[in-house]
């Protein structure tokens, strides 16, 4: 349930009134039913024309998709399928639900299946793939998204699980992602203190140390959320260890391959505790972290004198930003950087939706073509909080300031990874994590902690 509130308060926070300024504007020069006029806007209109004139005739074809996507972004979606309609006569039909985990394994069972799932995470794709429930992608998939998105082999990886033989094969194809590894500040309250924002943790180190020594506090930062306290530190330490381990030790303890208590773990978790566990860093001093609301934690980057400088916290954040605040003004972000020593390049923290097919037509083999090209993912850009890893859209069809800069953060990342929360049993990642989390805020050894949320996998094998 936590993980599909966070992704809604992104989506919130993201339909702005600039998002539906944007829209009038998209519908006021429409062709037709189509949301943006071919041949004008920020749109690669030249690629998908190249497409749309050796499109597969499809007209009499219905294609089926079935996703977690509710209104408005069910429509957003279905502007941009209208063009892959255009081209091939099909009739795309999208069906979501707030239920749509449930409902995707009866009708896979049931053999009643769509022709294309999106998938909120890959967790339950890959044991779909494992029952021969999907239907792998086009040969030279795997080739195109390694060439075609940042931190491309991420992204096959992340798409990449065994069939019922055991072979892996891609079966996910990532469209719409977000991103986690952000911190937020008020660019005023920076410009006020001479302060730079830092490129390498190493430099934000220095300048947390640097706020201390004025006299001031670097961070905001709060664990409560109700049933769910500890998810934000969690968030944390999965940026802290793609930070000082290479993805690969990351996926191993994402898996459990490598222990929850391994030393390079609970090295981690210290990393966290570094900003978290010292009175001077912390907004209400470090005993007010765990029960600090995390929706309340950022308002202090806007309070007069400032509480806190900065707030690491996902893109869904300005959700919970007083009545007001302006971006570019009031508020910013930066990437949280890494460590210039340790040569891991920009791993990126974050989460996304999958497109897969469990139900092969020749529609739906064309639909998954469609979604290579440049303005599928545009189209989205230019409506609604959707980021993409494609190296080949035009960052200017993003549909406001804050997205493009997110959108250039994506681009930026060497690695990506999900979550490791999300992917973990829920009795961990939803469960001993989260309040291992919060007893570490407390003032447990960070190893104690470890082996006590090891202990608690142990128990769910």
């Known amino acids: 349930m936590m993980r599909r509130t966070r992704e809604d308060y992104m989506k919130k926070s993201l339909m702005t009134g600039a998002a539906a300024l944007a829209l009038t504007a998209g519908f006021a020069h429409a062709d037709g039913h189509l949301a943006f006029a071919p041949g004008e806007g920020p749109f690669s209109w030249d690629s998908y024309t190249a497409w749309a004139e050796n499109a597969p005739d499809l007209s009499g074809q219905t294609i089926t998709i079935f996703g977690p996507w509710l209104s408005p972004e069910d429509g957003y979606f279905n502007n941009a399928l209208a063009y892959f309609e255009e081209a091939t006569g099909a009739d795309v039909v999208y069906t979501g639900s707030d239920g749509f985990e449930q409902q995707i394994v009866i009708d896979a069972e049931a053999g009643s299946a769509p022709n294309i799932a999106v998938f909120p995470q890959p967790g339950l ?15 030279g998939t795997s080739d195109w998204v390694r060439d075609n998105y940042a931190a491309g082999q991420s992204w096959v990886d992340l798409g990449t699980y065994a069939d019922e033989n055991g072979a892996d094969q891609m079966y996910g194809f990532f469209y719409n992602v977000n991103v986690k590894s952000l911190v ?3 660019p005023e309250n920076f410009e006020d203190a001479g302060y730079e924002v830092p490129e390498t943790m190493e430099d934000l180190k220095a300048l947390t140390e640097q706020i201390v020594a004025d006299g001031e506090v670097p961070w905001c930062l709060g664990l409560g959320s109700g ?16 930070r000082t381990q290479t993805p690969e030790v990351y996926d191993q303890w994402v898996s459990n391959e490598m222990k929850f ?10 990393e966290f505790g570094w900003f978290a566990r010292d009175d001077a860093k912390v907004s209400g001093g470090a005993g ?47 990437y949280f950087p890494s460590y210039a020593d340790k040569n891991l390049g920009n791993p990126v923290l974050g989460g996304g939706t999958l497109m897969a097919v469990t139900n092969a037509s020749d529609g739906s083999a064309a639909v998954m073509d469609f979604l290579k090209l440049p303005i599928s993912h545009e189209i989205m850009m230019a409506q609604t909080g959707f980021l993409t890893p494609h190296n080949g859209v035009n960052l200017d069809a993003y549909l406001n300031d804050t997205q493009r800069g997110l959108g250039e953060i994506l681009l930026g990342a060497t690695t ?9 049993p829920g009795g961990v ?3 001993s994590f989260w309040s291992g989390m919060v007893d570490y805020a407390g003032g447990k050894d960070a190893a104690t902690v470890a082996s006590e949320i090891q202990t608690s996998w142990d128990a769910l094998k």
Request: hydrophobic fraction near 45%; include cysteine.
């Open 125 to 139: 794709a890959a044991v779909m793939a494992a029952k021969g429930q999907l239907s792998p992608l086009a040969d």
């Open 184 to 186: 937020w500040y008020s």
């Open 227 to 242: 049933a769910a306290t500890g998810w934000p530190a969690t968030d944390w330490v999965e940026d802290m260890m793609l």
């Open 261 to 270: 208590d391994d030393p390079r773990v609970v090295a981690a978790i210290e």
């Open 288 to 334: 007010a972290v765990a029960s600090t609301d995390f929706r309340d934690s950022p308002k202090g980057l806007f309070s007069s004198p400032p509480q806190c400088y900065m707030h690491r916290q996902a893109s869904f954040v300005p959700a919970f930003f007083p009545e007001g605040v302006e971006f570019g003004v009031d508020t910013d972000f930066f």
């Open 416 to 424: 990506f990874r999900f979550d490791g929360s999300d992917l973990m």
């Open 429 to 431: 990642g939803a469960g």
